[in-house]
């Protein structure tokens, strides 16, 4: 009987590889796609994307413009998933839990230059992820995306040397530098 049971377990395709599952036997949580509302996105994949998946955007961004990115995930054990945003110069913003999600970033002044990453991360509400620490601390995808930053121009009479432009750049009276707000919402239910 045994030597049968084992024939049989041969015989199944595996859809699962040994890496894909955590200590406890449980398959890893995986983004399904993350896209940004120009249209820049990672490829849709039914497989998960890979981990540090990277999307060179080829966009300028302004300090004071918004980018809201949309993502889906799943995991095959029902877990809810918790989201972040992760910009370059700063730590994990807010969660928001939820298989479709929406992102928000709200460019600061402290990210300006030339190639300036937003993080998007995900994990399954479990103890044990893909990557980093166990509990929160760990995620079980992760994807960047590329960006420009250039500071807010000034007025033509301020690049002409004038005393008196219309107004600072944003933030340069400030010494708090605030690399990034986020504003994010559930989508599941839409």
Do not use: K
């Not at 084992?6 to 040994?18: A, G, S």
């Not at 994990?92 to 970033?105: P, Y």
């Not at 995900?122 to 930053?149: I, L, N, Q, T």
């Amino acid at each position: 009987m045994r030597a049968v049971s084992e024939q049989i377990l041969t015989q199944i395709p595996t859809q699962i590889r040994q890496t894909d599952l955590d200590p406890a036997g449980f398959g890893y949580a995986a983004i399904r796609s993350v896209a940004d509302d120009q249209g820049a996105a990672t490829v849709p994949s039914g497989q998960g994307q890979p981990l540090g998946t990277t999307v060179d955007t080829r966009r300028t961004l302004y300090p004071g413009d918004q980018v809201v990115f949309r993502c889906r995930g799943n995991d095959s054990h029902g877990r809810e998933l918790r989201w972040w945003l992760h910009p370059q110069g700063g730590g994990r913003q807010l969660e928001v839990r939820g298989e479709r999600v929406e992102l928000t970033w709200i460019v600061q002044p402290g990210s300006v230059g030339d190639r300036v990453y937003a993080g998007v991360g995900m994990a399954a509400d479990s103890r044990y992820h893909r990557h980093g620490g166990p509990d929160e601390e760990g995620y079980d995808g992760w994807v960047v995306f590329y960006y420009r930053v250039q500071p807010i121009p000034r007025t033509p009479r301020a690049a002409a040397g004038e005393a008196h432009p219309t107004g600072p750049v944003l933030g340069e009276l400030s010494r708090t530098v605030h690399v990034s707000r986020m504003v994010s919402r559930r989508v599941d239910d839409e």
